[in-house]
């Protein structure tokens, strides 16, 4: 069965786009993110166009600082300052990877933890880590286990939950949130020996690798459910660029209980949960 992150996504935005609605009547609210974009990477170009449609919708403000690829980090660091002190912005988004010359720890470190949509921030992740409330929690992981509750209901705990990538966007806070939700959690990695059995005796299988279809059908535990993160660009048999996910999805599809397809699995639940943290944003700035 595939689990189909369009329709989640859809359905999402629209009980945010409610929620919008309430915080401009009730409280005179119109929650604002701003994506600031560095250079001119095509793939970037095409995310923050899609962010800035999907704010647009819900029926809040959307801004959009392109910068040319040669700003400096102090002028990308002043341009946060701002953005930190504007207060009809509650989400700040520096749109990732930036150009080399700048240092992406010291820029996310300089978003005011508030406003800090994507929940990179060190404050964000600690209370993430700590299980306190009122983190800002990045946008993929949220969409991960939504999407896993969509097909197994509210209830994760006992389940054995099984995590390939253990990368700072992904793999570790999605663990986390696992964990929360009381599934026994298992990360794995690169060095990690016997993926496929381990992989095994996963209940839930999130697969954050970044290699295409690298995860096999004998590696899933039959009924499995099983989140696939990846997003791999590769040639068809006739030299047409595709989208695959890290997983087999051909083979895996009739092991599994159920299965996050690529495209319009994740994908299209990131964007909606940025949408959800800005809105957070907001509703806390009062
Ligand atoms: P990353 O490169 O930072 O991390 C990859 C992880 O995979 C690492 O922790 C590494 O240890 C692990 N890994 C690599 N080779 C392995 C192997 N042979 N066996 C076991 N583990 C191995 O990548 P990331 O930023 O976490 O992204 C992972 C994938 O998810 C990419 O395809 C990326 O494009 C995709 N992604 C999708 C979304 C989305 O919105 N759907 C968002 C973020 C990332």
Known sequence: M?????????????????????????QGIVPGLTVVLVGEDPASQIYVRNKVKQTREVGMISNE??????????????????????????????QLPLPKHIDESVIIAAIEPTKDVDGFHAMNSGRLLNGESGALVPCTPQGCIILAKTHLGDDLSGKHAVVIGRSNIVGKPVALLLLQENCTVTITHSRTKNLAGICQQADILVAAVGR????????????ATVIDVGINRIEDETGKAKLV????????????????????????????????????AAQRCN
Not at 212 to 223: L, M, N, R
Not at 247 to 274: E, F, H, R
Request: aromatic share 2%.
């Open 2 to 26: 595939n689990i189909d992150g369009k329709q989640v996504a859809a359905d999402l935005r629209k009980t945010l786009a409610v929620k919008v609605e309430l915080l401009k009547k009730e």
């Open 65 to 94: 600082i392109k910068l040319p690829v040669e700003t400096t980090q102090t002028q990308l660091l002043e341009e946060l300052a701002h953005l930190n002190d504007d207060k009809s912005v509650h989400g700040i988004l520096v």
């Open 212 to 223: 295409p279809e690298f995860v096999k059908a004998e590696w899933i535990k039959p009924g």
């Open 245 to 280: 996910g890290d997983v087999d999805y051909k083979n895996v599809q009739s092991v599994c209980g159920a299965i996050t397809p690529v495209p319009g699995g994740v994908g299209p639940m990131t964007i909606a949960c940025l949408l959800k943290n800005t809105i957070e």
